[in-house]
């Protein structure tokens, strides 16, 4: 019988995404026969602005059974219990996207329907007084859910932020703890074979030449691979999503290290503030056809919190996604396969997913066709679903003050997009596609926080009488208050459970 299993792996391109790649493939190889080779340049630039993330890195990070303590101290990592958007809905205004839910269902009926309810007789409770994942970053504390369901703090779960440099150095080290081959070296060419359009081999500056069964395309926007050998092909999205450059610098801490990622909209964009341990990311992402780039930086500049600890990072990037993102032997991970914009940090959790589908649909030499179009339709729903969610924070903005927001206000949305506003006005239902990215409390964050009420809520709200649903939810909102004030300040359990090292200075 003829051994057809892949024997090599050659990833182009290290950085987070490179890195996440090597780091999932080898510990699910771990014990067998598998050569893996990531190439990478120090002459290359990588990205590596994006260090916040969302709940399932959780997940990845235990699948490689990393220790979270350890992880923690060596990326300088703080805890994330979601998003502050500021002057979105419109100036001045300020809500939370928090990694938790409003409140278990009452009768089987989702909470918000019931808050609803109450609304329209008049309570002016806000939906986030239910929430302790929002209440509990907003006060600054943090503590690790529990998982008993009888728990309030069962409610709730975390990402971290991070910096994302040393996150791929860590990964560095734990792959080729695992056998990873590190080659240094910038590819100049591709060779494909003449029968079928397969990639054969990489050849680098100097001459050599590195083959493989398998390619796994890391080399960031350019999609060496994908793209510049394959021409697979780009679906362009910037009439949704039109910003297309960001501007990020790191400065001084101010010391008040909060629980959550800030996004501030802009005249044209938004800004975000990340506090890390040792320092806090700024960036300023906007769409260049609306200001310039002199004015973009002076605006970031003058809106970060501490002194700069280096120049502006300059990037340009369309939105969107490659056509395919298997193509013959070639699998794209990370902004090779596409760029959705950093608004809901959701970069790091594409790549790892990327990483966790390729290894379902794992093929051997023959490439069996139907693996590669469930990849490519699976990661399709995935990104479009995330894409709709994006656009869904720009399209019911209130604000009119800007050419940039007038025009987000206006442009004709996706259908699925438009169908799901539109329920939700109309009845408070929240209609979810299958990706589980975002679940029904994500969606709602942005509907409520952008002061789109629905005008009507399930019926069955109704069978429960209004005193004790009164009751109830006051019960709710007590047990949150009680659980904020019972947990420590992030820098506090910081302090006391992980606080990392200091770093050496540069040479």
Known sequence: MTDNRIRKIVIVGGGTAGWIAAAGIARFFEKRPLQIELIESD?????????????????????????????????????????????????????F???????????????????????????????????????MAVAGRFRPPIPDPRSIYSSFSYAFQFDAGLYARFLRRYAEARGVVRTEGKVVDVALRPADGFIQSVQ?????????????????????????????????????????????????????????????????????????????????????????????????????????????????????????????????????????????????????????????????????????ETFNRLSADEVEYIRDFLVLHYRTSQRDDSEFWRYCRSVEIPDTLARQIETFRETGRVMLGADTSFMEPSWLAIYLGQGIVPTAHDPRADLIPEAELVEG?????????????????????????????ALEPLA
């Open 204 to 372: 680098l500056e100097g001459g050599k030449v590195v083959e493989g069964d398998l390619f796994i395309d890391c080399s960031g926007f350019r999609g060496l691979l994908i793209e510049g050998a394959l021409k697979t092909g780009y679906e362009d999205w910037s009439r949704w999503l039109p910003v297309n450059r960001a501007l990020a610098v790191p400065c001084d801490s101010d010391g008040a290290m909060e629980p959550y990622t800030t996004a501030t909209a802009r005249a044209a964009g938004w800004q975000w503030k990340i506090p890390l341990q040792h320092r806090t990311g700024n960036g300023y992402v906007f769409c260049d056809s609306f200001i310039s780039e002199d004015q973009a930086a002076e605006t970031l500049l003058a809106n970060i919190g501490g002194k700069a600890r280096a120049g502006l990072n300059s990037l340009r990037f369309v939105t969107g996604r490659r056509r395919k993102v298997w193509n013959r032997n070639c699998v794209a991970i990370g902004l090779s396969s596409g760029f959705l914009e950093p608004l809901e940090s959701t970069s790091i959790h594409l790549i790892q997913n990327g990483v966790g589908r390729l290894l379902e649909y794992f093929p051997d030499r023959d490439f069996d066709p139907g693996l590669a």
């Open 43 to 95: 002459q290359i630039a990588t990205v590596g602005v994006g260090e916040a993330t969302i709940p399932p890195i959780r997940q990845f990070n235990a699948v490689l059974g990393i220790d979270e303590i350890e992880f923690i101290k060596a990326t300088q990592a703080t805890f994330k219990l979601g998003i502050e958007f500021r002057d979105w809905g419109q100036v001045g205004a300020r809500y």
């Open 473 to 501: 939810l006051r019960r709710r909102r007590d047990a949150v208050r009680q659980a904020v004030e019972a947990a420590p300040r992030q820098s506090e359990f910081i302090a006391r459970y992980c606080r990392a090292p």
């Open 97 to 135: 996207h928090g990694f938790g839910d409003y409140g278990p269902a009452i009768d089987g009926v989702s909470p918000h329907h019931h808050w609803r309810r109450l609304r329209a007789a008049g309570d002016p409770t806000s939906h986030e007084a239910y929430s302790l994942a929002a209440m």
